[in-house]
């Protein structure tokens, strides 16, 4: 076999598995959505008032004095009994104001935890869960506001007892928005819908999602995505994990391309760490479960390398008339990539250009949180994207907003404190 047909052969398999984890995939999970998702989801049914249980709101802050306000008074406006919510927020080391407008606010359902050294959102969750009493909590972030029926909505799906996590619908908020994203948003939606019919949802909105207290797994300081590895350590355990379209909460979709690559690297790099952390669901005897798993994230993760390959294999192909076309093709996304990088609100691509540049955008992101991940390079610590132009450099070494290079960080373990008292560097 000459080198020219082994070539074809490599660049046709790298596309086909990329065409696969974007297109099959998703057609695949619809059909069997369709045949077997009403007999894997029992029918909800909205609770009585008097009969809702009581639960807990639990949000990890980092200098949110910015949108604070706005989520307090968010959560007081929500439609859910006084009496049966309480709210658990935790300011990781916060140096804005945000430990201020935690000790100014006088409602009794509000218990702040101010802690003092900054050591990542996990660590905050897990100090925070230990104060928890309720048997179903609501996972929530500080720029994230909640529609008022949003917890009802939620807390419905947990009469049934195969329930272990409901994940909330994620709307961005169209101002300000990154070309492409709201679309890849609709997208990764649908998909979302058909795993939740299934009972097999791959990961929660970290914005909005609730979880039985007893499946919570204090995870390892070092966890990058905790939503994402808290829904599939839920999955292990046996139990469902839905999509609630109708608990809706919004929150500012990312201000630039730039501001979303920021996001997209630390998220591949912490994809990869939630692998090796949720491993076990990747096993056949997991049936659709891992099939989702592999199809859904796995393959999607390594898209970028198969997209490298298939462009090296172009190159050797580029004597041929098919060749150059190929490699033409390629040049063109990439050349949407750059442009989607710097392009801004003002500037959007046109028509086709925007989501193949956002695409195209979005893969290199993710190649560089791989290789975030294998040189250990990313931080569970992170700084939201401000003035600074970030680089493009995959490796943390460089400098790039709002990604920082890692280290392990040290749990300082707080006890079950359920007053405003100082704890070994923490004011409760």
Same mark, same amino acid.
């Given at each position: 076999m000459s080198n020219s047909n082994l070539l074809s052969i490599l660049f046709i398999a790298c596309w086909a598995v990329i065409a696969y984890t974007y297109i099959g995939f998703p057609l695949i999970l619809a059909a069997i959505a369709r045949r077997k998702g009403a007999q894997?989801?029992?029918? #909800?049914?909205?609770? !009585?008032?008097?009969?809702?249980?009581? +639960? $807990?709101?639990?949000?990890?802050?980092?200098?949110?004095?910015?949108?604070?306000?706005?989520?307090?008074?968010?959560t007081w406006s929500l439609d859910y009994p006084a009496d049966r919510l309480q709210i658990l927020i935790g300011s990781d080391g916060s140096n804005?104001?945000? /430990?201020? +407008?935690?000790? /100014?606010?006088?409602? !009794?359902?509000?218990?702040? @935890? &101010? @802690?003092?050294?900054?050591?990542?959102?996990?660590?905050?969750?897990?100090?925070?869960?230990?104060?928890?009493?309720?048997?179903? #909590?609501?996972?929530s972030d500080a720029n994230t506001l909640l529609a008022p029926d949003a917890l009802r909505k939620l807390v419905r799906h947990f009469r049934n007892p195969e329930v272990g996590c409901v994940s909330?619908? &994620?709307?961005?908020?169209?101002a300000g928005g990154v070309s492409g994203e709201g679309l890849y948003w609709k997208y990764e939606n649908w998909i979302k819908s058909n795993e939740g019919r299934l009972g097999f949802l791959m990961g929660c909105n970290g914005g909005l999602f609730a979880i039985r207290r007893p499946l919570y797994q204090p995870l390892p300081t070092s966890t990058i995505v905790e939503d994402f590895v808290l829904t599939l350590r839920v999955l292990e355990q046996g139990y469902k994990v839905v999509f609630e379209p109708l608990a809706r909460a919004t929150e500012p979709a990312c201000p630039s391309s730039k501001a979303e690559m920021v996001r997209k690297v630390r998220i591949g790099a912490g994809n990869w760490q939630a692998v090796g952390l949720t491993c076990g669901l990747l096993h056949p005897r997991h049936g659709v479960r891992a099939f989702a798993f592999w199809g859904h994230k796995v393959l999607r993760w390594l898209v970028p390398v198969f997209a490298a390959m298939g462009l090296v294999s172009s190159v050797g192909l580029v004597s041929s008339g098919v060749g150059q076309v190929l490699l033409g093709l390629q040049a063109v996304g990439m050349v949407a990539g750059v442009l989607a990088y710097h392009a801004g609100e003002q500037r959007?691509?046109?028509?086709? &250009?925007?989501?193949?540049?956002? @695409?195209?955008?979005?893969?290199?992101?993710?190649?560089?949180?791989? #290789?975030?991940?294998?040189?250990?390079?990313?931080?569970? $610590?992170?700084?939201? #994207?401000?003035?600074?132009?970030?680089?493009?450099?995959?490796?943390? $070494?460089?400098?790039?907003s709002g990604i920082e290079t890692v280290g392990a960080v040290e749990a300082v373990r707080l006890p079950q404190v359920r007053s405003r008292q100082t704890v070994t560097g923490v004011t409760a």
């Open positions: 894997a989801t029992l029918p #909800v049914q909205d609770i !009585p008032t008097q009969q809702l249980p009581r +639960i $807990t709101l639990v949000v990890a802050a980092y200098n949110e004095a910015h949108v604070l306000q706005d989520k307090l008074a968010n804005d104001g945000t /430990a201020e +407008i935690l000790r /100014a606010c006088n409602d !009794p359902r509000l218990i702040p @935890f &101010l @802690f003092e050294q900054r050591r990542g959102k996990i660590s905050i969750l897990n100090d925070l869960m230990q104060a928890v009493t309720t048997d179903i #909590v609501i996972m909330g619908e &994620l709307a961005l908020e169209q959007r691509l046109p028509g086709l &250009l925007r989501p193949v540049g956002y @695409f195209c955008l979005m893969n290199y992101a993710l190649g560089c949180g791989l #290789v975030r991940f294998v040189f250990g390079t990313q931080k569970v $610590t992170w700084e939201r #994207v401000g003035a600074v132009q970030p680089s493009l450099s995959p490796l943390g $070494t460089l400098s790039l």
